[in-house]
């Protein structure tokens, strides 16, 4: 059974998984600069957990910017991939933001933009080189 927890920065055990995820994902299998997946906005970021029976799985988080809101640090570990979580985490998050009448946006890596596309996404401008990966900068568009 899968669910999702929106979790907080002060919850130490929440957030350990969370960053485990994050390290496993960004730093270990995409080889991301460790100094750049940790940041200052760690702790004024929304933080979401996913649980596959009991078992930490994937993350995300949001914040809000001068542009509005951010979805960002979206991974769900290699052995809990193609079961739906990523499209159920960009679902709750979704879900969470909408109410707050922001525009929505986040940089997704190349092959992860057909999972935001599904979700109301489009792509704008140009293929940009963050840590090391090309993006698309993605707005949200449409419900």
């Given at each position: 059974m899968i669910h999702i927890a929106r979790i907080y920065f002060n919850e130490k055990a929440d957030i350990e998984n969370a960053f485990s995820i994050r390290r496993k994902v960004f730093v270990e299998e995409q080889r991301v600069d460790p100094e750049l997946e940790y940041?200052?906005?760690?702790?004024?970021?929304?933080?979401?957990?996913?649980?596959?029976?009991?078992?930490?799985?994937?993350?995300?988080?949001?914040?809000?910017?001068?542009k509005g809101i951010k979805l960002e640090r979206f991974a769900v570990l290699p052995e809990h991939r193609k079961k739906g979580i990523g499209d159920l985490l960009v679902q709750k998050v979704l879900e969470d933001v909408l109410p707050v009448n922001l525009p929505i946006y986040l940089h997704s890596q190349l092959r992860a933009c057909s999972l935001y596309r599904r979700h109301g996404f489009a792509e704008e401008g140009e293929i940009f080189v963050e840590a090391g990966i090309e993006h698309y900068k993605m707005r949200f568009v449409t419900h």
């Open positions: 940041d200052e906005h760690e702790s004024i970021s929304t933080h979401y957990l996913v649980f596959d029976n009991d078992i930490p799985c994937g993350t995300a988080r949001w914040r809000k910017t001068p």
